[in-house]
């Protein structure tokens, strides 16, 4: 079985920060590339940041960039996300998902983040 859990969000305010987590269990970790994504009410799921497996790379997207940080520990299991200077538009469910071949095959259940003054 493959399960991956989130932890971590909470309520912030703006300019604050936050680290995310995310536990992995029930294959070869260190195989596969490990991303995060986000879904803000009323809106589509959106990709945040992916870490690569070969030589841990990593990628952002725009709206985050320079202010978010992806990490992975191998033998924690773990992927971290590492979230600086928050903005209210940053408010949403963060999960993580695992990149099986092309297609991001397994996800975790999200975790809160909020936003606001």
């Known amino acids: 079985e493959v399960q991956l859990v989130e932890s971590g969000g909470g309520l912030v305010e703006p300019g604050g920060s936050l680290k995310l987590s995310c536990e992995v269990s029930?294959?070869?970790?260190?195989?596969?590339?490990i991303g995060w994504f986000r879904q803000a009410p009323g809106k589509e799921r959106e990709g945040v940041s992916c870490?690569?497996?070969?030589?841990?790379?990593?990628y952002y997207a725009d709206s985050v960039k320079g202010r978010f940080t992806i990490d992975r520990d191998n033998a924690k299991k773990t992927v971290y996300l590492q979230i600086d200077s928050l903005k209210p538009e940053d408010t949403a469910v963060y999960y993580c998902?695992?990149?099986?071949?092309?297609?991001?095959?397994?996800w975790g259940q999200g975790t809160q983040v909020t936003v606001s003054s």
């Open positions: 870490i690569s497996r070969v030589d841990g790379t990593t």
């Open positions: 029930g294959f070869s970790f260190d195989d596969y590339d």
């Open positions: 998902a695992v990149l099986v071949g092309s297609t991001w095959d397994y």
